[in-house]
């Protein structure tokens, strides 16, 4: 079973348009988190959530709104993508806040904006 | 911003050498993660260092926390192709890890 899963692993669309990233934890976690990473590897984190409530949010423009229907899932959503936006974007889970422990990162989703 | 610095960048090691990889904060840290991203994959933790001077080793791996509290060094001996990644460090901070900018790392056979 895998503990972090994220959909779609690529995608690749046109600017201008809106897209979604899924993310599923099973790993009884209460923290999610979603992070994007650029072409030159630097992981910056974007939102964290706690109990399906935001803790984080890093000055992330508005056009990506995350959402957390119950603790195990942490969605993204972008609308109006730009060329910017292009990278991998990861999701994770800790237990507790980033203090208790490790991390446990998706696969990641590679998003291509032409 | 980006409170904890890595340098090297890059590391290209001859198997079978040792390297030292570096991480670097101005403010005191709390705890101080470590994590290894193979080319294609995602981050994986490696360990996490939370008292002052503590050092921690992982079969080749030798993890260090400075006695300030303020840098940390991941040292690995006998470098095997396998050691092939982006080693990061990672500042934890109230629901907030914070990732130094990585040290990858190639390795010539």
């Known amino acids: 079973d895998t503990a972090v899963s994220q959909t779609p692993k690529y995608l690749v669309t046109q600017m201008g348009n809106d897209k979604s990233i899924k993310c599923e934890q099973n790993?009884?976690?209460?923290?999610m988190y979603w992070y994007k990473q650029d072409s030159k590897k630097f992981l910056k984190i974007m939102f964290s959530?706690?109990?399906?409530?935001?803790?984080i949010n890093e000055t992330v423009p508005n056009r990506f709104s995350p959402k957390s229907p119950d603790k195990a899932h942490l969605n993204l959503h972008i609308n109006s993508l730009e060329l910017g936006d292009s990278a991998v974007y990861f999701c994770?889970?800790?237990?507790?806040?980033?203090?208790?422990?490790?991390?446990?990162f998706g696969e990641g989703s590679r998003l291509t904006v032409l | 911003g980006q409170q904890v610095m890595q340098i090297p960048q890059y590391q290209h090691v001859q198997e079978g050498e040792d390297f030292t990889t570096y991480c670097n904060s101005s403010?005191?840290?709390?705890?101080i993660q470590w994590y290894k991203q193979r080319p294609g994959g995602h981050p994986v933790f490696l360990i996490q260092?939370?008292?002052?001077?503590e050092v921690k080793k992982q079969k080749r791996l030798t993890f260090q926390f400075g006695e300030a509290k303020k840098n940390s060094s991941l040292h690995i001996t006998a470098t095997q192709t396998t050691d092939v990644g982006t080693y990061f460090c990672?500042?934890?901070?109230?629901?907030?890890?914070?990732f130094g900018a990585g040290t990858t790392v190639t390795v010539r056979a």
């Open positions: 994770a889970s800790s237990q507790v806040g980033a203090l208790a422990g490790e991390l446990f």
């Open positions: 790993l009884g976690h209460d923290t």
């Open positions: 959530y706690n109990n399906k409530e935001l803790i």
């Open positions: 403010t005191t840290l709390s705890n």
């Open positions: 260092l939370v008292k002052s001077g």
């Open positions: 990672v500042e934890a901070n109230d629901y907030k890890l914070s």
